[in-house]
Nanobody, 115 residues
Framework: QVQLVESGGGLVQPGGSLRLSCVAS????????MGWYRQAPGKQRELVAS???????NYDDSAKGRFTISRDNAKNTVYLQMNSLKPEDTAVYYC?????????WGQGTQVTVSS
C-alpha cells in the first residue's frame, strides 16, 4: 500500500519560514517524480515545485527564489523549504508521487501565513 505522509505545516507570520516533509512508503521514491502542490480555498490545485527521478527541478514562478525542493532517497523523503512566506502562500500543501501511469497523493498539510 502506497502512502505519502506530509508534515511541517502550521501558522507562520509573513516573512517566516517552514519546512514541509513528505515521507513515502510502499514505493521507492527515488524512482518517482515527486512534487509539491497547493490548493487555496476556492482555487484549483497548482504545482509549486517538482523534482524528477534524475534530480531535475521545476518551480512555479511564485516559488522561485523563495522555495527549495529536495529529496533524501535514503529516507524516502521529499522536502519543501519555504522562506519569505507571504499571505498568498496560504493553502493546503500536498505531496505527490508519479511513475508512468501511477499517481499518488498525500493527505495534505495546512500552511497559514498571517500576522
Amino acid at each position: 500500500q502506497v502512502q505519502l505522509v506530509e508534515s511541517g505545516g502550521g501558522l507562520v507570520q509573513p516573512g517566516g519560514s517552514l519546512r514541509l516533509s513528505c515521507v513515502a512508503s510502499g514505493i521507492i521514491s527515488r524512482s518517482y517524480a515527486m512534487g509539491w502542490y497547493r490548493q487555496a480555498p476556492g482555487k484549483q490545485r497548482e504545482l509549486v515545485a517538482s523534482i524528477s527521478s534524475s534530480g531535475s527541478i521545476n518551480y512555479d514562478d511564485s516559488a522561485k527564489g523563495r522555495f527549495t525542493i529536495s529529496r533524501d532517497n535514503a529516507k524516502n523523503t521529499v522536502y519543501l523549504q519555504m522562506n519569505s512566506l507571504k499571505p498568498e502562500d496560504t493553502a493546503v500543501y500536498y505531496c505527490s508521487a508519479e511513475y508512468g501511469s501511477s499517481w499518488y497523493w498525500g493527505q495534505g498539510t495546512q500552511v497559514t501565513v498571517s500576522s
